[in-house]
């Protein structure tokens, strides 16, 4: 006689399966760690500019007197000056004043722009200052001549080592401090 | 019988869930940051850039530090600086003569490694400054001066970017 045994049936026992964290929160803690310490808050940029060149060599002796547009900029405690003039006669000097605060150097920069507009082959900007202008305000003069939105006219800047001609990143790529001079 | 101080076996839990979105959140946001740029400078902690919105990036790591105290040449103290100007012993036409003596030597240090390698003269690199943002034009003049008497007329001026 077969005995059946009696199939015991298995209750189904739920239980609450726990997801272990806490190698998660470890990773997390060393990652969070070593980003901490490796972030830049403060992102560092360039403003690149010349000072005049002194040479011994004699000056050549043709020199072709040619018109062009020379573009100055002083700048003094309150406000800062833009002066243009031409090399040869005749020379149309012309001056304006802008107060050196954010609202005044939006209009110089649109006064510039349109300098740039009209005298494309001018890329040069002479900058004088006086003594006793803080670094911070010449960074923002500075600022004002050499930078160009993405919103503003792209202007040509020639390649130093080709010559050719190719689309600018500045609004005025060459700013030359004037004031060093001995 | 029961146990002393209330109920028993009460376990007390911790719960990480608020923590675990603080770090995900602070984790997400350190990574859209961070950046592998191998350029990497600690600024002096006794100088203030100014700012500015240039959008070209640091390339280069210094050569003259100008604190809100001293004048440093590639992490070298050359010369002290008093009520916003160089020493009247330091200065001399103008300019800042250690200033100038300093970067004479790294003139003369990079010819020599041109004319070593054989390759075409060049004229001397950029010189990046890093400057306190108070500082007077005057005493950036003498410093400038002093670089362009050492054949240096290129000059990038360290700012910090707008992010």
Same mark, same amino acid.
């Given at each position: 006689?077969?005995?059946?045994?009696?199939?015991?049936?298995?209750?189904?026992?739920?239980? &609450?399966?726990?997801?272990?964290?806490?190698?998660?929160? &470890?990773?997390?803690?060393?990652?969070?760690?070593?980003?901490?310490?490796?972030?830049?808050?403060?992102?560092?940029?360039?403003?690149?500019?010349?000072?005049?060149?002194?040479?011994?060599?004699?000056?050549?002796?043709?020199?072709?007197?040619?018109?062009?547009?020379?573009?100055?900029? #002083?700048?003094?405690?309150?406000?800062?000056?833009? *002066?243009?003039?031409?090399?040869?006669?005749?020379? &149309?000097?012309?001056?304006? #004043?802008?107060?050196?605060?954010?609202?005044?150097?939006?209009?110089?920069? #649109?006064?510039?722009?349109?300098?740039?507009?009209?005298?494309?082959?001018?890329?040069?900007?002479?900058?004088?200052?006086?003594?006793?202008?803080?670094?911070?305000?010449?960074?923002?003069?500075?600022?004002?001549?050499?930078?160009?939105? &993405?919103?503003?006219?792209?202007?040509?800047?020639?390649?130093?080592?080709?010559?050719?001609?190719?689309?600018?990143?500045? *609004?005025?790529?060459?700013?030359?401090?004037?004031?060093? *001079?001995? | 019988?029961?146990?002393?101080?209330?109920?028993?076996?009460?376990?007390?839990?911790?719960?990480?869930?608020?923590?675990?979105?603080?770090?995900?959140?602070?984790?997400?946001?350190?990574?859209?940051?961070?950046? =592998?740029?191998?350029?990497?400078?600690?600024?002096?902690?006794?100088?203030?850039?100014?700012?500015?919105? =240039?959008?070209?990036?640091?390339?280069?790591?210094?050569?003259?530090?100008?604190?809100? =105290?001293?004048?440093?040449?590639?992490?070298?103290?050359?010369?002290?600086?008093?009520?916003?100007?160089?020493?009247?012993?330091?200065?001399?036409?103008?300019?800042?003569?250690?200033?100038?003596?300093?970067? =004479?030597?790294?003139?003369?240090?990079?010819?020599?490694?041109?004319?070593?390698?054989?390759?075409? %003269?060049?004229?001397?690199?950029?010189?990046?400054?890093?400057?306190?943002?108070?500082?007077?034009? %005057?005493?950036?003049?003498?410093?400038?001066?002093?670089?362009?008497?050492?054949?240096?007329?290129?000059?990038?001026?360290?700012?910090?970017?707008?992010?």
């Amino acid at each position: 006689m077969a005995h059946h045994r009696r199939k015991k049936r298995r209750k189904l026992v739920y239980r &609450d399966i726990e997801l272990n964290i806490m190698p998660f929160v &470890d990773v997390f803690s060393m990652l969070n760690t070593f980003l901490l310490f490796s972030a830049v808050f403060i992102s560092i940029g360039m403003i690149e500019v010349q000072i005049p060149f002194l040479s011994n060599a004699p000056p050549p002796k043709k020199v072709e007197k040619t018109r062009d547009l020379d573009i100055k900029v #002083n700048i003094a405690a309150d406000k800062v000056e833009i *002066l243009t003039s031409w090399t040869a006669a005749p020379v &149309d000097e012309k001056r304006e #004043n802008f107060p050196l605060t954010e609202a005044g150097m939006a209009d110089m920069h #649109n006064k510039l722009i349109a300098l740039r507009r009209q005298y494309e082959d001018t890329d040069k900007v002479t900058v004088f200052s006086d003594d006793d202008v803080i670094y911070e305000k010449l960074a923002l003069v500075l600022d004002t001549v050499k930078l160009r939105k &993405d919103n503003e006219p792209q202007f040509s800047e020639k390649d130093i080592i080709t010559g050719e001609k190719r689309p600018g990143i500045f *609004l005025y790529p060459k700013v030359v401090i004037g004031s060093v *001079l001995l | 019988m029961s146990g002393v101080g209330g109920d028993s076996n009460e376990g007390i839990s911790l719960n990480l869930n608020p923590m675990l979105d603080v770090f995900s959140i602070l984790i997400t946001f350190l990574l859209m940051s961070f950046s =592998t740029d191998p350029v990497n400078h600690d600024i002096n902690k006794d100088v203030t850039l100014p700012e500015s919105k =240039t959008f070209v990036a640091l390339d280069e790591v210094p050569t003259i530090t100008v604190s809100k =105290t001293e004048i440093y040449i590639n992490e070298r103290k050359v010369a002290n600086i008093v009520q916003g100007d160089a020493e009247e012993k330091d200065r001399s036409q103008g300019a800042i003569f250690p200033v100038f003596q300093e970067l =004479t030597k790294l003139a003369d240090a990079s010819k020599k490694s041109m004319t070593a390698s054989g390759g075409p %003269k060049k004229k001397n690199p950029p010189i990046t400054m890093e400057m306190d943002k108070d500082h007077r034009f %005057k005493l950036m003049k003498r410093i400038m001066l002093s670089a362009q008497q050492a054949e240096f007329v290129s000059f990038k001026l360290m700012v910090s970017k707008e992010m």
